[in-house]
């Protein structure tokens, strides 16, 4: 039998579904995804915690779940928002149903409403509250909960999904990652040994990520190209990163609001100058904001994997996937700082470079999964700057 | 830098006359380029030979050529127009062809042409095989396993290493035409030989087969700076093996996860650069090995496709626009999104619903052709729907396809529960054989059982689709169960509304009618609601009114108020005055042979003369690969199945002032009764006024109070009767079914056995409508006539006289503006008689009447009088003309767009322009337009496709397309058209031929002339003997039955140059089907009338006489 769920937002406005996850109740800020594919990859982000996504492609599920398209080892999203979930996995590669993954982590998840209407409303009135639950159904109290839910500016919630302790990462990137054995990333030192396997170049710096949050694919990618990878809690000092000696730091993507992250901040201020720095998305933000800069709350944030930015030292443009909902503030942007990226949309910073100081920073997700490999040019830089 | 300043003007060339693999997409993606070209300020020069397109209309662009598409003749334009550049992506394979062939022979050198958007060495590598798998290879893509073979020796090496089954696709042919699958020795002996022939440049791929695999296409997009953005990426239901234009496929990829998709995304990036298409859109097709993932590269078009066509109806994304953009110089993030407004082209769509397309076949009018789906393209239509979910678009898609289904099954139409149900043996089989029907058998298979994998096993289809079709099955049986129409509780309805179930579905399910369904579900609020194709899944406003329904709860369409304040914005800067009327154009659907982009063309010039008028246009049409269907065409657009129920669903949102359904062909005429009792205003002629006309009986009693002349006639509603009848009005007679388009199940009988057989095949294909007898005129010329009344004045823009005589379909027919051997009496009579009708019948708008002339004993006008054969001239003098009335139809016909290029009078505006209250005076249209010149139309007939289908004239249509021809003289205007018609007269070489009886006498001036041109004749025993007589020397060749080397042997052999066989009989299996399927194998033209044989003499002789030239509509109108 179906079970029926509830989304309540702030506002006032219900919305009657069936139930596809866990029975139980959750609050979080409700924002939408334009991504056709990634589910998985979404669903396992750290990125959204405290964040219930919906979905705008109706049809979610349709490939299953697998081992592999992880990028964190839970799903880390408040809550989940479709408009009809699969009752069949169709993949060569899939372990099982999307519903009983769902289940299985405790995601409280809702099907059959409609979703546009939906991603409409949050579009006119900016990403709102809500509160999505199977046990409450009264449409009064779902409403009060999701205006007492505390929403995400000046909220902490790096600290709910930083790793206990430091580790070294080894994992490559997924064999599904490359087109083929020869092209793929743009590695011009990724070279094929004898035995078909790749090996590493003599130049294998030791990159420190500091862990905001981070999705899998960024230290895979770090890997890959031959990196030592540490991982450094984003509560970590400067001491503590220097203290392992690396030849670049990278800054990773995470939760919520970047201001009230003062101890992360503060760790940029010392590192910066010390050596290479680059950053993703939260990682850009607490970089821009250790130069100076400010950040923002946008109205509904960009998320997806169609997002268009332009290099602005040559124009191109890169299809990027997306998943933020503050950025950095055009106005009183720090001379230091200048504007390397742009997004094509709305004209926002997409990324940043210190003028002076070996580091830069991009908003967007060049590690992708999900979404486009328009931007893996960005960890070669990273890797080069670290010579 | 954007812009390139250094182009003044461009040369286009279109794609030719709709033919399978083909069609109405390239005038959409032609139109779209012409227009984009303009906004930039270029002059745009366009060459194409079809006249029933809106690209060819004199205000498309600025200098038009409806000529033959060949490359001699675009070369007379290029030397007329001297363009700085040739856009030659736009123009399908036609078009990529024609610029290759002028590449070839050194034309754009010799004036300095240069070709934008993909140059001749681009499309070489991405269309020659050997090349194209280079290419794959150096940048680590797999390819199939393959060889490509100029002889059959090479061919059967390279199986040893391929292995059978295997694929032979010959190179450079359009729409995969001639590719087919061998599995066996012999049947790839075959293959490979056709292949050889059918291939350009002599050569076939041999590949390995990856029958069973997932397909996908990918529509990119690249600009001048390298940014390179994926439109759209498509999904095929049916799995490998099946043409992608035969196969369902659906937007976007539905069971890729996005590790598999950004792998194949990697890798159409990756070859749109390598193959170096500079700027513009490609359509790369992928297969997946569903068990593993292994992924291979199929092929690459660099130019707009059927594909794109759809990706840009289905996602909104104007591709054709943005590739004339970009080959200009433009890079994608200079262009602006105009649904958007805010942001540019430069992004990757995301859509927030489901698409699915499904191919419409016309094998019924191919009863011989083998139906099974194959390499090669078989389809002539497709039909795009648009849902929340893949349940509720493809059940949409079924009933836009208007075969009489409105859903997956239980809709009254299929043959579960009846005694023609199929057992599991007939399943299986029909499943594991691809074909039209094999979409009805997997609803079968479900309902006898078959579980999702067995039916997976059987099909190779995606067990997700499969699973969907389950579900929706399911729910067909749940409410089934639900114990009555009364008991079904409104969340199943809703839930069935939501999975796409019609009115009309859940009326047969539950023993109602859909009235009740519907009126149920208005009193309980299940209503449809309209969403926006916006390219960005709600993520930024939309402004382009582009719509489809769905089952959800948020309406987008704006109130009327609004949209009008969204027009006058738009409007102002035009300085149009505004009105505050809807009204509502509905399309053609699908197409099909009968009704095709004729119909769209008028329903898209309703739609302009409304924006003209400042009156809101709204567009209701199912059919992607159409002009009406861009969103720029009207106000509103709804991408929506043309039913009753679809149609009120918009009216009740949209209310309409007027709908007009006299445009799109039968298929909104079929829904005008329903409509009307609804209570939709119908403008235009009435309801009442297009029943007289089709009604027989009300119909004989008009004519007789015109005083005009019908042949005899009779309406039997059983065999008993139409024996009756047929002894009444005497033999030959002509049978069809009432309320069919384009002659179907239409034959003509001449003994009793014919009478039997034809009249029981029409009372099938009439499904309980009666049958239609009339007296054949045998011998008479055919005339068809347009004319536009409001009411009170009447315009004849177009009396047309048919080449082929009466018995041959007005739509396969050749004609002529004006006729070319009527006398000015005889035409003046029918104008006349054409004005008496649409005065009678009140015709508000177009209407078109077809008349016979038969020329009979002055002293004897009685119908009885005995048969004579043939209607020479020199046998005319003694008798006296008469006109005979046999069809009218007060609505626009197929003839409408040939019309308007002939005459130059835009004759679907001014017909839509009446039909809203502004008169023909008022329009200052008071005078029949004379024609300067001579236009000629020639059918085009897809017989190419049906290999061994007999391809002789009669009254079933079966012609896809058509090309015209003009000239001051009707010789060279004939001459242009048979060319334009891919029928090469020859100018010199061996003609064969071979005529029935009947024919005889005509044959010996046409073979005197032949010889006196220096042809050489070959004839069978019995024409060689006539020839003899009259001092004709033939070479006698033998019968098929006589041996070899017999004339299939000459075909072969390339020795004949032209076919002239008219038929005794009619069949594949008789001699002459055979020889005439040969000749259609071989390439080789083939006559099948005396009247066509009589045209195409003359134009052999006027062709000695004088050189082809060319000529604009501009400066032929100018005058």
């Given at each position: 039998?179906?079970?029926?769920?509830?989304?309540?937002?702030?506002?006032?406005?219900?919305?009657?579904?069936?139930?596809?996850?866990?029975?139980?109740?959750?609050?979080?800020?409700?924002?939408?995804?334009?991504?056709m594919?990634?589910?998985?990859?979404?669903?396992?982000?750290?990125?959204?915690?405290?964040?219930?996504?919906?979905?705008t492609y109706p049809q979610?599920?349709?490939?299953?779940?697998?081992?592999?398209?992880?990028?964190?080892?839970?799903?880390?999203?408040?809550?989940?928002?479709?408009r009809?979930?699969?009752?069949?996995?169709?993949?060569?590669?899939?372990?099982?149903?999307?519903?009983?993954?769902?289940?299985?982590?405790?995601?409280?998840?809702?099907?059959?409403?409609?979703t546009r209407?939906?991603?409409?409303?949050?579009?006119?009135?900016?990403?709102?509250?809500?509160?999505?639950?199977?046990?409450?159904?009264?449409?009064?109290?779902?409403?009060?909960?999701?205006?007492?839910?505390?929403?995400?500016?000046?909220?902490?919630?790096?600290?709910?999904?930083?790793?206990?302790?430091?580790?070294?990462?080894?994992?490559?990137?997924?064999?599904?990652?490359?087109?083929?054995?020869?092209?793929?990333?743009?590695?011009?030192?990724?070279?094929?040994?004898?035995?078909?396997?790749?090996?590493?170049?003599?130049?294998?710096?030791?990159?420190?990520?500091?862990?905001?949050?981070?999705?899998?694919?960024?230290?895979?990618?770090?890997?890959?190209?031959?990196?030592?990878?540490?991982?450094?809690?984003?509560?970590?000092?400067?001491?503590?990163?220097?203290?392992?000696?690396?030849?670049?730091?990278?800054?990773?993507?995470?939760?919520?609001?970047?201001?009230?992250?003062?101890?992360?901040?503060?760790?940029?201020?010392?590192?910066?100058?010390?050596?290479?720095?680059?950053?993703?998305?939260?990682?850009?933000?607490?970089?821009?904001?250790?130069?100076?800069?400010?950040?923002?709350?946008?109205?509904?944030?960009?998320?997806?994997?169609?997002?268009?930015?332009?290099?602005?030292?040559?124009?191109?443009?890169?299809?990027?996937?997306?998943?933020?909902?503050?950025?950095?503030?055009?106005?009183?942007?720090?001379?230091?700082?200048?504007?390397?990226?742009?997004?094509?949309?709305?004209?926002?910073?997409?990324?940043?470079?210190?003028?002076?100081?070996?580091?830069?920073?991009?908003?967007?997700?060049?590690?992708?999964?999900?979404?486009?490999?328009?931007?893996?040019?960005?960890?070669?830089?990273?890797?080069?700057?670290?010579? | 830098?954007?812009?390139?300043?250094?182009?003044?003007?461009?040369?286009?060339?279109?794609?030719?006359?709709?033919?399978?693999?083909?069609?109405?997409?390239?005038?959409?993606?032609?139109?779209?380029?012409?227009?984009?070209?303009?906004?930039?300020?270029?002059?745009?020069?366009?060459?194409?030979?079809?006249?029933?397109?809106?690209?060819?209309?004199?205000?498309?662009?600025?200098?038009?050529?409806?000529?033959?598409?060949?490359?001699?003749?675009?070369?007379?334009?290029?030397?007329?127009?001297?363009?700085?550049?040739?856009?030659?992506?736009?123009?399908?394979?036609?078009?990529?062809?024609?610029?290759?062939?002028?590449?070839?022979?050194?034309?754009?050198?010799?004036?300095?042409?240069?070709?934008?958007?993909?140059?001749?060495?681009?499309?070489?590598?991405?269309?020659?095989?050997?090349?194209?798998?280079?290419?794959?290879?150096?940048?680590?893509?797999?390819?199939?396993?393959?060889?490509?073979?100029?002889?059959?020796?090479?061919?059967?090496?390279?199986?040893?290493?391929?292995?059978?089954?295997?694929?032979?696709?010959?190179?450079?042919?359009?729409?995969?035409?001639?590719?087919?699958?061998?599995?066996?020795?012999?049947?790839?002996?075959?293959?490979?030989?056709?292949?050889?022939?059918?291939?350009?440049?002599?050569?076939?791929?041999?590949?390995?087969?990856?029958?069973?695999?997932?397909?996908?296409?990918?529509?990119?997009?690249?600009?001048?700076?390298?940014?390179?953005?994926?439109?759209?990426?498509?999904?095929?239901?049916?799995?490998?093996?099946?043409?992608?234009?035969?196969?369902?496929?659906v937007a976007p990829?539905?069971?890729?996860?996005?590790?598999?998709?950004?792998?194949?995304?990697?890798?159409?990036?990756?070859?749109?650069?390598?193959?170096?298409?500079?700027?513009?859109?490609?359509?790369?097709?992928?297969?997946?090995?569903?068990?593993?993932?292994?992924?291979?590269?199929?092929?690459?078009?660099?130019?707009?496709?059927?594909?794109?066509?759809?990706?840009?109806?289905a996602t909104g994304?104007?591709?054709?626009?943005?590739?004339?953009?970009?080959?200009?110089?433009?890079?994608?993030?200079?262009?602006?999104?105009?649904?958007?407004?805010?942001?540019?082209?430069?992004?990757?769509?995301t859509i927030d619903y489901v698409v699915t397309?499904?191919?419409?076949?016309?094998?019924?009018?191919?009863?011989?052709?083998?139906?099974?789906?194959?390499?090669?393209?078989?389809?002539?239509?497709?039909?795009?729907a648009i849902g929340s979910t893949f349940?509720e678009s493809?059940?949409k898609?079924?009933?836009?396809?208007?075969?009489?289904?409105?859903?997956?099954?239980?809709?009254?139409?299929?043959?579960?529960?009846?005694?023609?149900?199929?057992?599991?043996?007939?399943?299986?089989?029909?499943?594991?054989?691809?074909?039209?029907?094999?979409?009805?058998?997997?609803?079968?298979?479900?309902?006898?059982?078959?579980?999702?994998?067995?039916?997976?096993?059987?099909?190779?289809?995606?067990?997700?689709?499969?699973?969907?079709?389950?579900?929706?099955?399911?729910?067909?049986?749940?409410?089934?169960?639900?114990?009555?129409?009364?008991?079904?509780?409104?969340?199943?309805?809703?839930?069935?509304?939501?999975?796409?179930?019609?009115?009309?579905?859940?009326?047969?399910?539950?023993?109602?009618?859909?009235?009740?369904?519907?009126?149920?579900?208005?009193?309980?609020?299940?209503?449809?609601?309209?969403k926006s194709v916006d390219?960005?899944a709600a993520?930024?406003?939309?402004?382009?009114?582009?719509y489809y329904s769905t089952?959800e709860?948020?309406?987008?369409?704006?109130?009327?108020?609004?949209?009008?304040?969204?027009?006058?914005?738009?409007?102002?800067?035009?300085?149009?005055?505004?009105?505050?009327?809807?009204?509502?154009?509905?399309?053609?659907?699908?197409?099909?042979?009968?009704?095709?982009?004729?119909?769209?063309?008028?329903?898209?010039?309703?739609?302009?003369?409304?924006?003209?008028?400042?009156?809101?246009?709204?567009?209701?049409?199912?059919?992607?690969?159409?002009?009406?269907?861009?969103?720029?065409?009207?106000?509103?657009?709804?991408f929506?199945?043309?039913?009753?129920?679809?149609?009120?669903?918009?009216?009740?949102?949209?209310?309409?002032?007027?709908?007009?359904?006299?445009?799109?062909?039968?298929?909104?005429?079929?829904?005008?009764?329903?409509?009307?009792?609804?209570?939709?205003?119908?403008?235009?002629?009435?309801?009442?006024?297009?029943?007289?006309?089709?009604?027989?009986?009300?119909?004989?009693?008009?004519?007789?109070?015109?005083?005009?002349?019908?042949?005899?006639?009779?309406?039997?509603?059983?065999?008993?009767?139409?024996?009756?009848?047929?002894?009444?009005?005497?033999?030959?007679?002509?049978?069809?079914?009432?309320?069919?388009?384009?002659?179907?199940?239409?034959?003509?009988?001449?003994?009793?056995?014919?009478?039997?057989?034809?009249?029981?095949?029409?009372?099938?294909?009439?499904?309980?409508?009666?049958?239609?007898?009339?007296?054949?005129?045998?011998?008479?010329?055919?005339?068809?006539?347009?004319?536009?009344?409001?009411?009170?004045?009447?315009?004849?823009?177009?009396?047309?006289?048919?080449?082929?005589?009466?018995?041959?379909?007005?739509?396969?027919?050749?004609?002529?503006?004006?006729?070319?051997?009527?006398?000015?009496?005889?035409?003046?009579?029918?104008?006349?008689?054409?004005?008496?009708?649409?005065?009678?019948?009140?015709?508000?708008?177009?209407?078109?009447?077809?008349?016979?002339?038969?020329?009979?004993?002055?002293?004897?006008?009685?119908?009885?009088?005995?048969?004579?054969?043939?209607?020479?001239?020199?046998?005319?003098?003694?008798?006296?003309?008469?006109?005979?009335?046999?069809?009218?139809?007060?609505?626009?016909?197929?003839?409408?767009?040939?019309?308007?290029?002939?005459?130059?009078?835009?004759?679907?505006?001014?017909?839509?322009?009446?039909?809203?209250?502004?008169?023909?005076?008022?329009?200052?249209?008071?005078?029949?337009?004379?024609?300067?010149?001579?236009?000629?139309?020639?059918?085009?007939?897809?017989?190419?496709?049906?290999?061994?289908?007999?391809?002789?004239?009669?009254?079933?249509?079966?012609?896809?397309?058509?090309?015209?021809?003009?000239?001051?003289?009707?010789?060279?205007?004939?001459?242009?058209?048979?060319?334009?018609?891919?029928?090469?007269?020859?100018?010199?070489?061996?003609?064969?031929?071979?005529?029935?009886?009947?024919?005889?006498?005509?044959?010996?001036?046409?073979?005197?002339?032949?010889?006196?041109?220096?042809?050489?004749?070959?004839?069978?025993?019995?024409?060689?003997?006539?020839?003899?007589?009259?001092?004709?020397?033939?070479?006698?060749?033998?019968?098929?039955?006589?041996?070899?080397?017999?004339?299939?042997?000459?075909?072969?052999?390339?020795?004949?140059?032209?076919?002239?066989?008219?038929?005794?009989?009619?069949?594949?299996?008789?001699?002459?089907?055979?020889?005439?399927?040969?000749?259609?194998?071989?390439?080789?033209?083939?006559?099948?009338?005396?009247?066509?044989?009589?045209?195409?003499?003359?134009?052999?002789?006027?062709?000695?006489?004088?050189?082809?030239?060319?000529?604009?509509?501009?400066?032929?109108?100018?005058?």
């Open positions: 039998m179906t079970q029926p769920a509830k989304l309540a937002l702030e506002d006032g406005t219900v919305y009657t579904g069936i139930s596809i996850g866990a029975t139980g109740e959750v609050d979080g800020e409700v924002c939408f995804n334009t991504s594919t990634g589910y998985q990859e979404i669903l396992t982000d750290p990125s959204y915690r405290g964040q219930i996504v919906t979905m979610i599920g349709n490939y299953g779940v697998n081992d592999q398209d992880l990028e964190s080892s839970r799903p880390h999203l408040a809550g989940f928002i479709i009809e979930h699969s009752r069949v996995a169709s993949n060569f590669r899939s372990s099982g149903l999307l519903s009983d993954y769902l289940e299985q982590w405790g995601v409280v998840a809702i099907e059959s409403i409609d209407a939906l991603v409409k409303h949050i579009r006119t009135l900016g990403a709102l509250r809500g509160v999505l639950s199977t046990t409450d159904l009264d449409d009064a109290s779902l409403v009060a909960k999701a205006q007492a839910s505390p929403g995400l500016v000046g909220r902490d919630l790096v600290q709910e999904v930083v790793p206990e302790q430091p580790c070294h990462w080894e994992e490559p990137l997924s064999e599904w990652t490359y087109l083929n054995s020869e092209c793929g990333m743009r590695n011009a030192e990724l070279k094929k040994g004898a035995s078909g396997k790749r090996f590493l170049t003599p130049f294998s710096p030791h990159v420190v990520a500091l862990d905001y949050g981070m999705k899998w694919n960024i230290p895979r990618h770090l890997a890959d190209m031959g990196c030592e990878v540490t991982i450094l809690p984003g509560t970590a000092t400067a001491e503590d990163v220097l203290a392992q000696q690396p030849n670049g730091v990278f800054l990773s993507n995470g939760p919520g609001d970047p201001e009230p992250l003062a101890y992360a901040i503060e760790t940029l201020r010392d590192l910066l100058g010390k050596q290479p720095i680059f950053g993703i998305c939260l990682g850009h933000q607490l970089l821009s904001l250790a130069c100076g800069a400010k950040t923002f709350k946008m109205k509904f944030g960009h998320r997806g994997a169609n997002q268009p930015v332009q290099n602005l030292a040559d124009q191109s443009v890169e299809i990027t996937s997306q998943n933020h909902g503050f950025a950095v503030l055009e106005e009183n942007l720090p001379d230091a700082l200048e504007v390397t990226h742009r997004n094509l949309n709305d004209q926002t910073i997409e990324g940043v470079r210190h003028r002076e100081l070996p580091a830069f920073s991009v908003q967007y997700h060049p590690e992708a999964s999900a979404g486009p490999h328009d931007s893996h040019y960005l960890f070669q830089q990273f890797y080069e700057s670290m010579r | 830098m954007p812009r390139r300043d250094d182009l003044h003007k461009i040369l286009l060339i279109g794609s030719g006359p709709i033919i399978i693999g083909q069609a109405c997409e390239f005038d959409y993606s032609g139109t779209q380029a012409c227009k984009a070209l303009r906004e930039e300020g270029y002059e745009v020069v366009l060459v194409n030979s079809n006249p029933a397109t809106i690209m060819t209309d004199p205000a498309t662009a600025q200098r038009t050529y409806i000529e033959p598409l060949s490359w001699e003749v675009v070369a007379k334009v290029i030397e007329v127009e001297r363009p700085d550049a040739l856009l030659p992506t736009l123009g399908g394979q036609t078009g990529l062809n024609v610029a290759m062939d002028l590449v070839k022979h050194g034309v754009l050198e010799k004036y300095g042409v240069e070709m934008i958007g993909a140059n001749a060495d681009v499309i070489d590598k991405a269309e020659s095989r050997q090349r194209f798998k280079q290419a794959m290879a150096s940048i680590g893509l797999e390819v199939c396993r393959g060889q490509v073979v100029t002889t059959l020796e090479d061919a059967r090496a390279s199986i040893d290493q391929i292995g059978l089954p295997a694929v032979v696709r010959p190179s450079f042919t359009m729409g995969g035409s001639g590719s087919s699958i061998a599995y066996n020795r012999q049947e790839f002996d075959e293959l490979v030989l056709r292949g050889l022939d059918l291939s350009p440049i002599t050569e076939v791929l041999i590949e390995e087969s990856i029958l069973g695999w997932k397909e996908y296409e990918m529509e990119v997009m690249r600009d001048a700076d390298d940014n390179v953005v994926i439109i759209c990426a498509i999904e095929n239901f049916d799995p490998m093996g099946v043409h992608t234009g035969d196969s369902i496929t990829a539905q069971t890729l996860s996005d590790k598999e998709y950004q792998r194949m995304r990697d890798a159409s990036l990756a070859v749109i650069r390598e193959i170096g298409v500079e700027t513009g859109g490609s359509n790369i097709q992928f297969a997946t090995d569903p068990g593993s993932g292994r992924m291979i590269v199929i092929e690459m078009n660099p130019r707009v496709s059927r594909s794109s066509a759809l990706a840009s109806k994304f104007p591709i054709a626009k943005i590739a004339a953009k970009l080959a200009v110089g433009y890079r994608l993030h200079e262009l602006p999104n105009d649904i958007t407004r805010e942001t540019t082209a430069c992004f990757e769509p397309k499904i191919p419409r076949f016309a094998f019924e009018k191919f009863p011989e052709a083998d139906d099974t789906l194959t390499t090669q393209m078989k389809s002539v239509g497709e039909t795009m349940k493809f059940q898609a079924l009933r836009g396809l208007e075969v009489g289904s409105f859903g997956f099954g239980s809709d009254g139409s299929d043959l579960w529960g009846t005694s023609e149900q199929p057992d599991e043996t007939e399943i299986r089989a029909k499943l594991s054989r691809p074909c039209p029907e094999r979409v009805w058998y997997l609803r079968y298979a479900i309902l006898s059982g078959f579980s999702v994998d067995q039916i997976h096993e059987l099909t190779r289809i995606d067990r997700w689709f499969l699973d969907n079709l389950l579900e929706i099955v399911e729910t067909e049986q749940k409410i089934r169960a639900c114990g009555g129409w009364d008991q079904l509780s409104p969340e199943l309805l809703r839930t069935a509304k939501r999975q796409g179930f019609s009115d009309r579905q859940l009326a047969m399910i539950l023993h109602t009618t859909e009235l009740e369904v519907r009126a149920r579900r208005l009193e309980l609020g299940i209503v449809a609601v309209f390219t960005c993520e930024f406003e939309a402004y382009t009114p582009y089952y709860t948020e309406d987008e369409i704006p109130p009327k108020e609004k949209r009008r304040e969204t027009r006058d914005a738009g409007r102002e800067l035009e300085g149009k005055k505004l009105e505050s009327r809807t009204i509502m154009i509905l399309g053609g659907g699908p197409n099909r042979i009968g009704q095709g982009i004729e119909f769209d063309y008028c329903c898209c010039h309703a739609s302009f003369a409304m924006r003209e008028l400042g009156i809101e246009s709204v567009m209701v049409n199912s059919n992607p690969e159409t002009v009406s269907t861009d969103y720029d065409t009207s106000d509103l657009l709804f929506e199945p043309l039913t009753v129920e679809d149609v009120l669903n918009i009216c009740d949102r949209v209310k309409p002032d007027g709908v007009i359904v006299q445009f799109g062909g039968q298929t909104p005429l079929n829904l005008a009764r329903a409509l009307k009792s609804a209570g939709v205003p119908i403008i235009g002629t009435s309801v009442e006024a297009i029943e007289r006309a089709e009604d027989r009986e009300k119909f004989q009693q008009l004519l007789n109070k015109l005083g005009l002349r019908q042949p005899k006639n009779g309406i039997a509603r059983t065999m008993e009767q139409a024996r009756r009848i047929t002894a009444e009005i005497g033999f030959p007679i002509l049978v069809r079914p009432s309320f069919v388009l384009g002659g179907r199940a239409m034959e003509i009988c001449y003994d009793k056995g014919q009478l039997e057989k034809y009249v029981s095949e029409a009372f099938l294909v009439a499904q309980g409508q009666p049958v239609l007898i009339d007296r054949f005129l045998e011998g008479a010329t055919e005339v068809d006539v347009d004319a536009i009344c409001d009411g009170t004045h009447v315009v004849v823009p177009g009396i047309m006289e048919h080449i082929e005589e009466a018995g041959v379909h007005s739509g396969d027919s050749a004609c002529a503006i004006p006729p070319y051997s009527l006398p000015g009496p005889v035409v003046r009579e029918i104008r006349d008689a054409t004005a008496k009708l649409a005065r009678e019948l009140n015709v508000v708008g177009l209407m078109n009447v077809q008349f016979a002339v038969r020329w009979e004993e002055a002293q004897n006008m009685k119908e009885e009088m005995q048969e004579q054969p043939g209607s020479q001239p020199a046998l005319r003098a003694s008798r006296l003309p008469v006109i005979y009335v046999l069809e009218v139809n007060p609505r626009a016909s197929r003839t409408v767009p040939f019309v308007a290029k002939a005459t130059g009078m835009p004759v679907a505006g001014i017909a839509a322009k009446v039909m809203v209250g502004v008169s023909l005076a008022e329009q200052g249209v008071t005078n029949d337009p004379i024609p300067s010149h001579v236009s000629v139309k020639e059918s085009v007939f897809p017989f190419i496709k049906f290999t061994g289908v007999d391809i002789v004239l009669g009254p079933e249509m079966r012609s896809t397309g058509e090309v015209m021809g003009i000239s001051p003289r009707f010789s060279i205007a004939f001459a242009k058209s048979q060319m334009a018609a891919g029928c090469l007269l020859p100018k010199e070489g061996n003609i064969f031929i071979s005529v029935a009886k009947r024919g005889k006498e005509s044959i010996v001036d046409l073979a005197h002339r032949l010889a006196i041109l220096g042809y050489s004749l070959l004839a069978t025993e019995g024409t060689a003997a006539v020839l003899k007589q009259a001092g004709i020397s033939s070479r006698r060749v033998r019968k098929i039955r006589e041996g070899h080397p017999n004339l299939i042997d000459f075909l072969t052999d390339g020795e004949v140059a032209l076919v002239m066989n008219t038929p005794s009989g009619k069949g594949a299996r008789t001699d002459e089907g055979r020889i005439r399927a040969a000749a259609v194998q071989a390439g080789v033209p083939c006559l099948t009338t005396i009247e066509a044989a009589t045209a195409a003499v003359m134009a052999m002789e006027a062709m000695r006489e004088e050189e082809i030239g060319v000529l604009s509509l501009q400066d032929r109108f100018a005058t």
